[in-house]
């Protein structure tokens, strides 16, 4: 079974602070995924990496990055956390070229 | 992506099949169907997808018209745990554009 799991389940900040999220997927996968879901937008991608210290933008990458310094880790960074930021966090990752993704369990990130 | 329809929610008695329908009358010959599903406060979860053979898993079927115009997701013995929010997506199994988006999908509860 494909296994992504994600540091926390649930977080709580302050504004301003700097945040990381960590992600583990145990396949050997070459894709990684951040996406954020909020009630009534849907799911939306971060930022997305297809090797290790490749990385390309999604659709919201502002006010946040990301590493990938080991094939099976993906880090999401936030720079400087702000109440818009208050979110479910997911990860995913995936075999290079295919379309099925694998998430994690996510994390809810509450910034005050 | 190709547009697909689901119907907003259905009901199911525990331990009968749940059979979900997805409309996607635009899927062009190269894009798959794919279903996933969402437990309340959990990361989404791939089940299964198919191209114009019926698929079969440990998790669901796939039925896909002749046409492949339509496709029904069957539960075959439905728990109350399967209570969650089904997506149907079509889309092409390789490709640049990694990014997954859901629509509204289908609420099904199961009812004890």
């Known amino acids: 079974d494909v296994k992504v799991t994600q540091s926390s389940r649930y977080l709580v900040k302050r504004t301003g602070e700097k945040v990381f999220l960590e992600c583990v997927q145990d396949?050997?996968?070459?894709?990684m995924f951040w996406y954020r879901q909020d009630p009534g937008l849907g799911l939306r991608l971060i930022y997305f990496s297809y090797d290790v210290k490749m990385k390309e933008k999604g659709d919201i990458p502002e006010g946040y990055s990301v590493s990938r310094e080991k094939k099976e880790r993906f880090s999401l960074i936030l720079e400087s956390a702000s109440t818009n930021q208050t979110s479910m966090y997911l990860c995913a990752s995936g075999l290079a070229g295919a379309s099925e993704q694998y998430f994690g369990p996510g994390t809810r990130l509450t910034v005050t | 992506d190709a547009k697909t329809t689901q119907p907003t929610s259905m009901d199911c008695a525990e331990g009968r099949a749940a059979n979900l329908p997805c409309n996607h009358s635009?899927?062009?010959?190269?894009?798959?169907v794919y279903w996933y599903r969402q437990i309340h406060s959990q990361g989404p979860q791939y089940i299964i997808h198919g191209l114009k053979n019926n698929e079969t898993n440990e998790m669901a079927s796939l039925i896909i018209t002749e046409d492949r115009k339509s496709s029904t997701l069957i539960l075959p013995h439905a728990t109350l745990r399967d209570t969650a929010v089904y997506y149907c997506i079509v889309r092409r199994r390789r490709g640049s554009n990694y990014k997954l988006t859901f629509g509204k999908g289908t609420l099904l509860t199961v009812n004890p």
């Open positions: 635009t899927i062009s010959g190269n894009e798959y």
């Open positions: 396949m050997d996968h070459e894709n």
